[in-house]
């Protein structure tokens, strides 16, 4: 796995971050496709997703729980899958409010897989802004966040399709 974690100051009580990495897993890219826009296999990947619904195929809503520095967040997050282009694409937009707390978490995510030597390499980019209190959180502790989450989400991948994953 490789990734780069870039953020941004995006106006008042408003950050701005970007995630870009690859993961490779040994399976082929039609498989890889298959799984990862299954919204349910998905989200059992990410740390935290809770109370998936879907909506109609291509929109969903969930429960996302999770804890930034000493705060705990828990936000009510609706999801759209804006592009599915087998077996080459994926790309989703998430808008979430933290329950209890003043803000808003809005991103996009695109995925593109390639085939290579029998694994598909999966490379990723994620934009995501947050306004109020979470806007106001250090970029270092986003940072640290951010990198807890990617590595989490790549591991439970690498585990689903027989990977060995590093400690």
Known sequence: ????????????????MKVEGEISVPAPREEVF?????????ASCIDGVQELTEIDPTH??????????YMRFNFKVSIEMTTLAPPDAIEARVEGTP???????????ATH????????????????TLTGKLGSIGQPVLKAK???????FAQRLKAAF?????P
């Open 146 to 152: 951010a990198r807890e989450m990617e590595k989490q």
């Open 162 to 166: 027989g990977a060995e994953v590093a």
């Open 60 to 69: 969903y809503s969930a429960l996302f729980a999770t804890k930034i520095a």
């Open 113 to 128: 897989l390639d085939e290579r030597d029998g694994q598909t390499d999966i490379r990723y980019a994620i934009d995501a």
């Open 99 to 109: 329950i209890g707390a003043v803000g808003r978490l809005t991103a996009t995510a």
């Open 1 to 16: 796995m490789s990734a780069t974690i870039a953020a941004a100051d995006a106006g008042e009580d408003a950050k701005s």
């Open 34 to 42: 298959s799984r990862l826009s299954d919204a349910r296999f998905f």
